[in-house]
């Protein structure tokens, strides 16, 4: 991840950055897999509340000592040796390995390491993401020795099928008892075989989701999956609104036609139980999402870490009243439902890590860090192409004054009540950010010098002519004063066009504020 310089935020910002980091916080406590983080030496830096869970050691115990201090124990002094190169060589790693519990007991973890990089990309450990797979490896390890009995007992069949070919004329019964024992056995063979197809299907949508960074791409997976587990049964899928007050079409399949575009949680039955609802054809307890006369369906809830997240409504045939899906499409249905769940929650959780990472809280804006990004690849883009680039820096005026005399939280609503006047002002292609304190910049693309000083016009009387009410208070207007520079004739990187904005901005500050100032031509050389 890479790292965001901080912005000095004071007052509620704040309050509200500390807010977010105890949710990020508790997001990373309740994710539901362990996470571990030590510095470049194996010493324990975090230790989450599912570490707890399955190492055994507390947060407490576990932070300042080194792994070899913990669950790593066992390890040999080369393994261990490994595991601090590892780390200190800062590359992201993917293995399963047995770890040793408190109490001594061996447990079988899928483990994923990422490096830690500080706010100027320089490696500063390793995040350790673990899984307890044990009942998965037992699992695989009982599947194998059950696939060589079946093996054996293919085997076996085939032989008795030669010697029954031998003797057909004497062993009538006994090749009728073959007959059925053949069809058991090819019943068998198919559900094995629908299990390997559902568990590739299923294996192939995970591993896509991981990959996946939109939510548009995450729903077409979600879309191509269904189709090919419940081939010719129309169904649809809704995801709740960040706001939890109603679900959104987000997906259909097979033609499905969603009768609703949202839909209202108290609306589905499944909804409300927090289990599968089930209705066939007769059913008298339809949801109202659904038709009133229709085919028969089933609602089954989404849920991934803890919380529910959206709905699948599929028109599987459900048979004759009462009736629940045939066992194989029930275990279908709940498996994918058990594998988008989590898929979803980890987008989510991505996409608010996203937003936190390019985003000022208190204004909204772009933050300094990708603002600076963003002004290195627009001045490339204008050297390609010819056209010109063009800075506004603003900042308000008298700002340390309003916030002595009104507060620091009426300072906050008067930046936040500015940065809403700016983004109404500026086209959809600009970029507003806050470059710090009462410090506000806009980087208008494809504009040139004249241009950029009408924008700044219009911005100054935006700002001036807002109205502001804070907490039954009427405050005075704010004003703001304005240095505008524009590349290549202010310079040819972005630290040259914002020194020579800047300058301009003090020159508009020297001149009685309330104004627009444009960078002065540099000195012929």
């Not at 100027?120 to 009982?142: K, S």
């Not at 679900?247 to 839909?263: D, F, G, I, K, P």
């Not at 883009?381 to 900042?395: T, V």
């Not at 970029?431 to 100054?460: F, H, K, N, Q, S």
Request: hydrophobic fraction near 40%; proline fraction near 4%.
């Amino acid at each position: 991840m890479r790292s965001v310089k901080a912005v000095p935020i004071r007052g509620s910002a704040g309050d509200q950055l500390a807010a977010h980091v105890r949710e990020l916080e508790q997001v990373l406590e309740h994710t539901g897999e362990a996470i571990i983080v030590k510095d470049m030496n194996a010493l324990v830096t975090y230790w989450n509340r599912e570490a707890s869970s399955l190492y055994g050691f507390s947060a407490e115990e576990a932070v300042g000592r080194t792994l070899r201090q913990l669950h790593a124990a066992d390890l040999s002094e080369a393994d261990y040796a490994r595991i601090l190169e590892r780390i200190r060589a800062g590359k992201p790693t993917a293995s399963t390995a047995d770890r040793r519990k408190r109490t001594g007991e061996t447990v079988r973890v899928a483990l994923k390491t990422t490096p830690l990089r500080d706010r100027q990309g320089r490696l500063a450990g390793e995040i350790t993401v673990a899984r307890d797979v044990t009942a998965l490896h037992h699992t695989e390890e009982a599947l194998r020795g059950a696939q060589a009995a079946l093996e054996g007992r293919l085997a076996a069949i085939r032989e008795s099928n030669r010697n029954l070919t031998r003797e057909i004329g004497a062993r009538r019964k006994t090749e009728s008892a073959m007959r059925k024992s053949n069809l058991a056995l090819a019943s068998t063979v198919r559900q094995l075989e629908g299990f390997r197809r559902d568990g590739e299907a299923l294996s192939r949508m995970a591993e896509l989701l991981q990959s996946s960074t939109q939510r548009g791409e995450s729903y077409a997976i979600v879309r191509e999956t269904a189709a090919q587990l419940f081939p010719g049964v129309p169904g649809a899928l809704y995801i709740f609104r960040e706001s939890r007050d109603v679900l959104e079409h987000a997906a259909e399949w097979n033609s499905a036609q969603a009768r609703e575009q949202v839909v209202a949680p108290e609306d589905c039955w499944a909804m409300r139980l927090g289990r599968p609802h089930y209705v066939t054809r007769q059913g008298a307890v339809r949801c109202r999402h659904a038709p009133e006369e229709g085919s028969s369906y089933v609602c089954m809830p989404v849920q991934g870490q803890g919380q529910v997240l959206g709905l699948l409504h599929l028109a599987l045939d459900l048979g004759g009243r009462g009736a629940r899906p045939p066992e194989e499409a029930d275990r279908r249905l709940r498996a994918f439902t058990d594998s988008i769940g989590p898929a979803l929650a980890n987008l989510r959780l991505r996409d608010a890590l996203r937003e936190l990472a390019l985003h000022d809280t208190l204004t909204g804006l772009y933050n300094r860090r990708y603002m600076e990004d963003s002004l290195k690849r627009e001045l490339h883009r204008a050297k390609r192409s010819g056209k010109p680039a063009s800075i506004i820096m603003i900042d308000i005026d008298h700002f340390k004054q309003f916030n002595d005399k009104y507060g620091h939280d009426a300072g906050d609503f008067v930046l936040s009540a500015v940065a809403r006047a700016i983004g109404k002002n500026i086209r959809p292609s600009d970029i507003a950010c806050r470059y710090g304190g009462e410090e506000l910049v806009v980087v208008l693309v494809d504009a040139d010098l004249e241009c950029a000083r009408a924008r700044a016009e219009t911005l100054r009387v935006a700002i001036r002519d807002t109205n502001l009410t804070h907490l039954g208070q009427t405050l005075p207007a704010p004003t703001a004063s304005f240095g505008v520079a524009a590349y290549p004739i202010h310079g040819e990187n972005p630290a040259d066009v914002l020194k020579a904005a800047d300058v301009a901005l003090y020159s508009a500050k020297h001149a009685g504020r309330d104004q627009v100032c444009v960078a002065e031509l540099p000195a012929a050389t």
